[in-house]
């Protein structure tokens, strides 16, 4: 016999998402791919051929980074001279996704990385992205990200956490505002 509080019954443990289940096995796999890529070309072609590939491959893949990155500091740059917002669909993210790839040891990565550098393929990936983002936010439940956005939280010295809204009155015709010196804020 036992003392003490009662045990809770047993509950289901929530299911894991696809991606958590998958995502170990796909790496495995695109791992086993890239090391059998390695060694067939290594097979046919020699050792010295195949490390040649893979150092133009990490050089290739630094300099594509490079641009994409110095091309998107430019945009912004002048989003920010013009007064507006830096343009859309420039493909720097997937300039940048694609010299990822290529620096990334391996065959299979470079030749996905050099498809994510032409510009046909970057215009499907960006509207299939953007079609994807947008079902899913307009599936997700309302309110949940703006709910989030509002919320603020407030700990309490003896650890309690007091869940609040914040609500800012603008303009001049603030009555409520005590007309004294205000505290300093500590924590």
Do not use: C
């Not at 669909?89 to 050099?114: E, H, Q």
């Not at 309690?160 to 010196?181: C, F, N, S, Y």
């Amino acid at each position: 016999m036992t003392t003490g509080a009662q045990t809770p019954p047993y509950t289901d443990r929530p299911r894991r998402s696809r991606l958590a289940r998958y995502l170990p096995l796909g790496l495995a796999a695109w791992l086993v791919l890239e090391i059998w890529l390695l060694t067939v070309v290594a097979g046919a072609a020699g050792g010295t051929t195949v490390f040649l590939l893979l150092v133009a491959g990490f050089v290739g893949g630094a300099v594509v980074i490079k641009r994409a990155g110095r091309r998107a500091f430019q945009s912004l740059n002048e989003a920010i001279r013009r007064g507006g917002s830096p343009e859309r669909g420039g493909g720097n993210g997937l300039m940048m996704l694609g010299g990822l790839l290529l620096m990334i040891p391996g065959l299979a990565s470079d030749a996905l990385g050099l498809l994510l550098l032409l510009p046909p393929v970057q215009k499907a990936v960006s509207r299939l992205t953007e079609r994807t983002i947008d079902r899913r936010l307009r599936a997700a439940a309302p309110g949940t990200l703006g709910n989030a956005f509002r919320q603020a939280r407030m700990h309490r010295p003896d650890g309690k956490v007091v869940q609040g809204e914040v609500i800012r009155h603008e303009g001049p015709g603030r009555g409520d505002e005590p007309t004294g010196e205000r505290p300093p804020l500590t924590r």
